[in-house]
């Protein structure tokens, strides 16, 4: 069981954000499959201040997938204080923040895991943001910086002094990027030093990998990122399914929120892309996939792709 702040979650089991992928339909899959909660996309602190439509649109959520997590990206204190009041409003469970993205377009601006080399300034932005709301507050990190400098326990030391509620740790350094192997030492050091939950996350592409993370590492939870696109099953307990009946119905339920949620005929190779996931490494896959990205639209992929019954 897993317990952050005044949430008691019966899995350990959470959604990891997921740029491009873990939106509303994507986490309401998820949560029914067995996601014990599911985290938002990257938000973006300026985008929220500025009332962007694009940014407000990432926060569509409904009563099925609470409790349910937002992630802020960041570098300047006062507006991630600002954003993070706004984000409050669309009445979240958890506030996360993001100090553990690689990608250039969020270091480059000193946010995501380029806060793990600034500790004075990740430190007051989690004091600001943590002054600013009542809602628990928790973060993501990285190992480190890179192999030189692997400060996660520190970092952790000092967010659980700033007040966040819980942290999640990818095994990862920011130069590996999604390379090389998740270091679950790393997650296991970082238990050992803080006394609020922490979060595995890192080469999970299987619920037993969870498992094994949590029993090496001590963790009290698991974040599943890429091993949950197309593979909702994995939050289940259960072996991804190798019945093709049983892969097209969990397609078919993706699709079925993707056309509930968001403007599919204007999103085709959005879907496609998502779809097409499902059938990766069963036999047969590479022709599925061909079949699915030379469908022009979504109703033709639903017609016919994802009705076929072998």
């Known amino acids: ?71 802020l990206f960041g570098a300047d204190p006062d507006i991630m204080a600002d954003a993070a009041e706004i984000l409050a409003t669309f ?9 553990g993205c690689p990608a250039k377009k969020v270091t480059r601006k000193g946010a995501g895991a380029a806060l793990m080399t600034t500790t004075g300034l990740a430190e007051q932005i989690l004091t600001r943001v943590i002054s600013r709301t009542s809602i628990p507050v928790t973060v993501k990190i990285r190992s480190g910086p890179d192999s030189g400098q692997i400060n996660a326990v520190p970092f952790a030391q000092m967010a659980e002094n700033a007040g966040v509620a819980a942290i999640a740790v990818h095994g990862r350094t920011w130069a590996q990027g999604f390379s090389g192997q998740c270091d679950r030492a790393v997650i296991a050091e970082v238990k050992q030093a803080i006394s609020i939950p922490v979060i595995g996350n890192g080469d999970i592409i299987s619920y037993r990998d969870g498992i094994q993370t949590m029993d090496e590492t001590g963790c009290d939870g698991i974040m599943i990122g890429r091993g949950a696109l197309g593979n909702p099953w994995i939050f289940t307990g259960e072996k991804k399914p190798d019945n093709i009946s ?65």
């Open 246 to 310: 049983y892969i097209l119905k969990g397609a078919r339920q993706h699709l079925d929120l993707m056309e509930q949620f968001l403007p599919v005929n204007r999103m085709a190779g959005y879907v496609k892309n998502h779809i097409s996931r499902y059938f990766k490494e069963l036999p047969g896959s590479s022709k599925m996939r061909q079949k699915i990205f030379a469908c022009e639209t979504v109703k033709e992929l639903r017609d016919t792709v994802l009705t076929e019954t072998t």
């Open 1 to 71: 069981m897993l317990r952050i702040a005044d949430l008691t979650f019966d899995s350990p089991f959470s959604l990891a954000p997921l740029a491009g992928y873990s939106d509303l339909p994507f986490r309401l899959l998820c949560k029914r499959y067995g996601a014990c909660y599911c985290v938002s996309e990257m938000i973006s602190c300026h985008g929220l201040t500025y009332r962007q439509e694009k940014t407000l649109e990432m926060l569509a959520s409904t009563e099925e997938e609470q409790p349910v997590a937002f992630q």
């Open 91 to 99: 009445c979240p469970a958890m506030i996360d923040i993001n100090m």
